[in-house]
T-cell receptor, first 112, second 115 residues
Framework: NAGVTQTPKFQVLKTGQSMTLQCAQDMNHNSMYWYRQDPGMGLRLIYYSASEGTTDKGEVPNGYNVSRLNKREFSLRLESAAPSQTSVYFC???????????FGPGTRLLVL | AQSVTQPDIHITVSEGASLELRCNYS??????LFWYVQSPGQGLQLLLK??????LVQGIKGFEAEFKRSQSSFNLRKPSVHWSDAAEYFCAVDLNSGGYQKVTFGTGTKLQVIP
C-alpha cells in the first residue's frame, strides 16, 4: 500500500496563476483533509471531506476550493495564487472522523 | 472554540535524558487526543492516541502520554531520549461530536537532542 500520495512535491507559481494539488489514498478511508503548515502556526485545516460527496470548510478556506472526486481522491485548487499561500500543504485521511489521520509527504508551494 | 497549547516552542535535551513535552487543551468535554511526530521534510506520523479508558497510553518508539482531566493536559514522555528522536512534535485534539469532525493541532515543539 502506498498510503497517502501527493503530487507535485514542489511547485513555484507566479501571483495570479492557478494550480491543483492532487491527493490520493489507497486505505479505503472515508475522511480526507487538507492542511497548510506555516512556521510557528502548526497545521491549520483548510477543507475536509467527511465522506465521499461531501466537503466542508476548515479554519482557513479562503482562496481555496476542493473536490472529492471519488473515495480515493481529494484535490485542492488555488484559483488565483497569492504570496500569502506560500506554504507546505499536507493531505491526510482517516477511516472516519476522530480516528488516526495518515499524512502524505507534503507539497511545498512557493508563490512569487 | 477548542484550542491546543504547546507552551514550549523548542526543547533541547541530552541523549539518554528523560523528556516531557507539554500539551494543554481548552474544551468542556474530553476530546480525542493525539501526539504526532514530524521528521524534517516529512509528513506527520502518529505516536499515540487517547480516546477513553486507561489514562496512561503507550505509543511507538518508547513514548507514552498521560491524560489528566483535572489539568486538561496530555503530556508526552520518554524515559531515555535517542538522537533519532530529534523532530517536531504536535499535539492534536479532535472533537468528533455530533458528526462534525475538526482536528485542531498545537503549534508544535521542536526537539533537539545533543550528544
Amino acid at each position: 500500500n502506498a498510503g497517502v500520495t501527493q503530487t507535485p512535491k514542489f511547485q513555484v507559481l507566479k501571483t495570479g496563476q492557478s494550480m491543483t494539488l492532487q491527493c490520493a489514498q489507497d486505505m479505503n478511508h472515508n475522511s480526507m483533509y487538507w492542511y497548510r503548515q506555516d512556521p510557528g502556526m502548526g497545521l491549520r485545516l483548510i477543507y475536509y471531506s467527511a465522506s465521499e460527496g461531501t466537503t466542508d470548510k476548515g479554519e482557513v478556506p479562503n482562496g481555496y476550493n476542493v473536490s472529492r472526486l471519488n473515495k480515493r481522491e481529494f484535490s485542492l485548487r488555488l484559483e488565483s495564487a497569492a504570496p500569502s499561500q506560500t506554504s507546505v500543504y499536507f493531505c491526510a485521511s482517516s477511516r472516519t472522523g476522530g480516528e488516526t489521520q495518515y499524512f502524505g509527504p507534503g507539497t511545498r508551494l512557493l508563490v512569487l | 472554540a477548542q484550542s491546543v497549547t504547546q507552551p514550549d516552542i523548542h526543547i533541547t535535551v541530552s541523549e539518554g535524558a528523560s523528556l516531557e513535552l507539554r500539551c494543554n487543551y481548552s474544551y468542556g468535554a474530553t476530546p480525542y487526543l493525539f501526539w504526532y511526530v514530524q521528521s524534517p521534510g516529512q509528513g506527520l506520523q502518529l505516536l499515540l492516541k487517547y480516546f477513553s479508558g486507561d489514562t496512561l497510553v503507550q505509543g511507538i518508539k518508547g513514548f507514552e502520554a498521560e491524560f489528566k482531566r483535572s489539568q486538561s493536559s496530555f503530556n508526552l514522555r520518554k524515559p531515555s531520549v535517542h538522537w533519532s528522536d530529534a523532530a517536531e512534535y504536535f499535539c492534536a485534539v479532535d472533537l468528533n461530536s455530533g458528526g462534525y469532525q475538526k482536528v485542531t493541532f498545537g503549534t508544535g515543539t521542536k526537539l533537539q537532542v545533543i550528544p
